[in-house]
């Protein structure tokens, strides 16, 4: 039987609370922090809570790529640059980060938010897939624009649900005449692009491989 934790102030068992709310974070890490937090210069504290409200707030996604984005269009979107005839589909943000981090990359992005997995409930119509399908179809229309030049790169986990997503996805692209590419597996069954150090990342990305479904 599990003894409930007695607090000696109802407002650090409030923050304790809030902090455990967090993933990864138990109570005694919440304790702790929140004992840590306590401990701080007022101004410290204030700057703290004020960044989360920030994010919360005022932190966007791209219109374009779906990353999280302070302007309607992020840096990497608006970068005239890269290479915008190349487009790099993840399953979330943090792919984004450590593909950058390994800076052999130069095109650009689009976040699916998550992958297929009828486990989970997730099905196409809740990921960005669609918008990806319009941003190839206007990137085929254009007029400056050749199908053969523009190239999908499928950067998704080797697992089953990763690969389901990237067959669908294949599928809903693969007609209109475009290059569709994975990367190449260097990377073991299964691992997430966030844990892969950068430059077994960065040989995946640079040795990739027509998608063969």
Excluded: W
């Amino acid at each position: 039987m599990t003894i409930p934790e007695k607090y000696p102030s109802k407002l650090l068992e409030d923050a304790v609370q809030a902090i455990g709310s967090l993933p990864g974070v138990g109570k005694r890490s919440a304790l702790r922090l929140a004992l840590h937090l306590l401990r701080q210069p007022q101004e410290n504290v204030h700057h703290f809570a004020d960044s989360i409200v920030r994010l919360r707030d005022e932190a966007k996604y791209c219109r374009v790529c779906r990353m999280i984005s302070d302007e309607d269009i992020c840096s990497i979107c608006s970068d005239h640059s890269r290479d915008h005839k190349t487009i790099c589909v993840v399953e979330n943000v943090r792919d984004v980060m450590s593909i950058e981090n390994t800076g052999q990359y130069h095109g650009v992005y689009h976040v699916l938010g998550g992958i297929i997995s009828p486990i989970a409930g997730v099905g196409p119509s809740d990921l960005t897939i669609s918008d990806l399908v319009e941003r190839v179809k206007e990137m085929v229309a254009s007029p400056a624009s050749i199908p053969s030049e523009v190239e999908v790169i499928l950067a998704l986990s080797g697992d089953v649900e990763g690969e389901t997503t990237s067959f669908y996805i294949y599928r809903q692209i693969s007609g209109f005449g475009i290059r569709v590419s994975s990367l190449a597996r260097g990377l073991g069954f299964g691992d997430d692009l966030e844990y892969a150090d950068e430059l077994t990342l960065g040989r995946s990305i640079t040795g990739r491989q027509p998608f063969n479904p």
